[in-house]
């Protein structure tokens, strides 16, 4: 089933150019967020197992980073799959490992094609050593490509993250490269997984659920977050343009005042 879905192929379909029109492409957020929810619930609707749901939610995957990189968006992050994902049943976890690791073989060639640059976070380490070197070879083959950057967060949680922070940098106080007082926001940034990415501007949530699941919790301080009930499979181009148009109407005031 899982060999089907990636040979069948099935093409990104082209944008409507009408699609964008109420979206302001000069006002794009720089960085988007996704935690892809819903793919168990939307199986289980369609009378099938949780995990088709996360196979076609790699579809959806395929068709939100074309319409993300049509419109402008410079980095895309997306949560695949979380430290706490391992308490799921082995059978679900290992399905997901396989089609992560059928996704970074059979969708690289595309991603290359539309000139995609593949970044990831999370602990590489704790992953199976094939899919470690499947990661390490998208990163080579895309290392020069200009496009949107696709960031995938597996095995990724959010205080994990700042705690592999504060151990990097309280061991270089420890070895005298570095004094307590010169520790600041700067600092902490370059030593997260998401180093010289922007911060998200817009955290999009599908699938229902109000919370933030412990994905970029530095990092969206300040994102402007939207919510649909839509199941990430069920997830469309359109969908994510809404998103956008939401996040336009927005006012950021990074806790000043607006200009008003
Ligand atoms: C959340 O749905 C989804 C996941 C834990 C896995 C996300 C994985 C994919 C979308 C696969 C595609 C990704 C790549 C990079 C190939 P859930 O299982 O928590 O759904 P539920 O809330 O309905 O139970």
Redesign the pocket.
Known sequence: MLKDIFTKRIKIKDIPLAATDNIDLNNVPQHVAI??????????EQGKI?TF???A??Q??RSIVKIAEVVGVKVLS?????TE?WK?PIT?VNF?MN??S???TG?LDELNEYNVKMRFMGDKDALPKAIQKKMDYAIKITENNTGIILN?A?NYGGQDEIIRAVKNIATLVQQGKMEPKDINKDVIENNLYSRQLPPPDLLIRT?G?LRVSNFMLWQIAYAEIWTCQT???AFTQENFLEALESYQKRDRRYGGLNKK
């Open positions: 935690i892809m929810d819903g793919n168990g619930r939307w199986a289980k949780r749901g996360h196979s939610g790699a959806t995957l997306v949560y695949a799959f979380s994902n799921r679900e997901i089609l992560l059928e996704y970074l969708e995938v597996i699938g659920d199941y990430w499979p």
